[in-house]
């Protein structure tokens, strides 16, 4: 089992930054794959961004790439998502999720455990 806690949501101005993060316990979480994916109202819970364990492979939505960073810090066991540039379709609930299989999952089926979320909500 892996429990995750999302901290960091908030209200933010269009075009400022934000910083996620998401603690994880329990059993081990350095050879675990961790994606962010968010949830906006009336839609369905999308991709964001994902990263293997060593930090080395990472992927990003189209609409956050290039502004967002995804990291980690394994002696930590924490995952991070820095956003840029927010804009207001940004607004959404914010999950972080740990994989459990091999590779790098941009689908919400590849992950195995998620966290309970945290609000982001983006004012023009």
């Known amino acids: 089992q892996v429990h995750l806690v999302e901290h960091g949501g908030g209200l933010v101005q269009s075009g400022g930054s934000l910083t996620l993060s998401c603690a994880a316990s329990g059993r081990t979480f350095n050879r675990n794959a961790m994606g962010w994916f968010r949830r906006a109202p009336g839609k369905e819970r999308e991709f964001v961004a994902a990263?293997?364990?060593?930090?080395?492979?990472?992927y990003y939505e189209d609409s956050v790439k290039g502004r967002s960073t995804i990291s980690r810090d394994n002696a930590k066991n924490t995952v991070f998502l820095q956003i840029d540039s927010l804009k207001t379709e940004d607004t959404a609930v914010y999950y972080c999720a740990a994989s459990m299989g091999l590779g790098v999952p941009t689908g919400r089926y590849g992950y195995v455990f998620w966290g309970q979320g945290t609000q982001v909500t983006v004012s023009s």
């Open positions: 990263i293997n364990w060593s930090g080395d492979s990472i």
